[in-house]
């Protein structure tokens, strides 16, 4: 839920006014399309969930990550390409993103975001496409800094989220503790084994396999950044079929930087996507109790959620309940899918097909009656 337009353009003149606004827009949006329970990976820190859980706003409930945590010239360094080692960002003043030189800082950094109210902590463990720095398979940390905020985390009773493309960056955030690893592109059956042993989650955003990625603006007109999408394209291609041999608990996710609008269109083209590539029930379990299992490993203090489980419907659990028109394992657009990414028509405010959305036995829409 990171508010763009543009990475450059947050660095240089955004206001926490500027993403106070979109971010309120954006917790409706996602609740009107059917999320009650949304994690962010990172840029967020405790005050939308307040506003949220105050009913100042509505919105999902919130598991916000606190600033990114990454290393210089990494995906977490967001700053002015002359701005020197150490220098102050705008991203590091808001706490959106911290960088990190060594145990001490991640000690520093990760203790501060659980102080600023994350549910668990983010690492940028590997590189990226759209930022400015950073090879994509560029291996970020060394061995002790992943530990050390492994160890933060459980010191508070929660876990990290790591992002990570190379297969080497995987397993050695897996290897180190992290128990959600984002992207994961370079996904295969030997990765797949040591998270079935660990317990771990994966949350990979499947827009990154559809061709239209090579035209976003920030991709097309970078061409750094069109020649890193490129060449990443190219070597992430086993993912769905590794994915289909080798299961893992998967969570759903969108990765979706920009206008709120924008971002509409593009979780309802992911949803679209869940279905083609994995299918329509692999889709709804993605969607509903993984999702649920995974911020519950926020644990019982940062957690402020443990009255009940997320994700099902079941005696004891959170009254979160969508009532669709149609039947998704039949027909998924039912769940509010999107058949087109780019140039899309702007989407309404809720699917038509969910009739009814309820959080915690609150109605936020009906069209019933």
């Given amino acids: 839920m990171l508010m763009g337009p543009t990475l450059p353009a947050m660095e240089a003149n955004t206001t926490w006014e500027d993403f106070a606004i979109r971010g309120a827009r954006m917790a409706e949006m996602y609740l009107m399309q059917g999320f009650t329970t949304v994690r962010d990976a990172g ?7 307040r506003a949220i859980e105050a009913g100042q706003i509505n919105g999902p409930r919130y598991f916000p990550s606190g600033a990114f945590i990454g290393t210089r010239g990494g995906h977490a360094d967001f700053a002015n390409f002359t701005a020197p080692p150490g220098s102050e960002t705008n991203m590091g003043r808001l706490n959106i993103a911290q960088e990190v030189s060594g145990v001490d800082d991640v000690y520093k950094y990760a203790r501060n ?15 990226g496409v759209v930022s400015a720095f950073d090879p994509w398979q560029l291996l970020a940390g060394s061995r002790e800094e992943i530990e050390a905020a492994v160890q933060v985390a459980n010191e508070y009773g929660s876990y990290v989220m790591a992002h990570s493309y190379l297969k080497e960056a995987i397993l050695s ?13 370079s996904f295969d059956c030997e ?24 035209d976003i603006p920030t991709v097309a007109d970078v061409p750094a950044s069109l020649a890193k999408a490129k060449s ?6 086993g993912y769905i079929g590794n994915m289909k041999e080798c299961p893992v608990k998967r969570g759903f996710q969108t990765d979706c930087v920009g206008s709120v609008e924008a971002c509409n269109i593009q979780i309802a083209y992911e949803k679209r996507l869940n279905n083609e590539f994995l299918g329509a029930h692999t889709s709804m379990v993605t969607l509903t109790s993984t999702g649920g299992e995974a911020v519950a490993l926020s644990g019982d203090f940062m957690n402020p ?6 994700g099902v419907i079941e005696e004891g659990a959170y009254a979160d309940i969508l009532l669709i028109d149609g039947n998704p394992l039949e027909d998924f657009s039912v769940v509010g899918t999107g058949d087109q990414w780019f ?5 309404p405010e809720s699917p038509e097909t969910i009739r009814l959305i309820m959080k915690d036995g609150v109605i936020y829409k009906n069209t019933l009656e």
């Fill in 232 to 237: 990443a394209s190219a070597t992430f291609a």
């Fill in 173 to 185: 955030a897996l290897d180190a503790g992290v128990m959600s690893i984002e992207h994961g592109f």
């Fill in 113 to 127: 975001n659980f102080r600023m109210g994350a549910t668990q902590l983010k690492l940028m463990q590997s590189g």
């Fill in 191 to 214: 990765i797949a084994e040591v998270m079935n042993e660990t317990g771990a989650y994966i949350t990979t955003n499947l827009t990154a396999f559809d061709p239209g990625l090579l």
């Fill in 43 to 49: 840029g967020a820190n405790g005050g939308l969930r």
């Fill in 343 to 347: 140039g899309a028509e702007p989407r």
């Fill in 305 to 310: 959620h443990t009255a009940g489980k997320l």
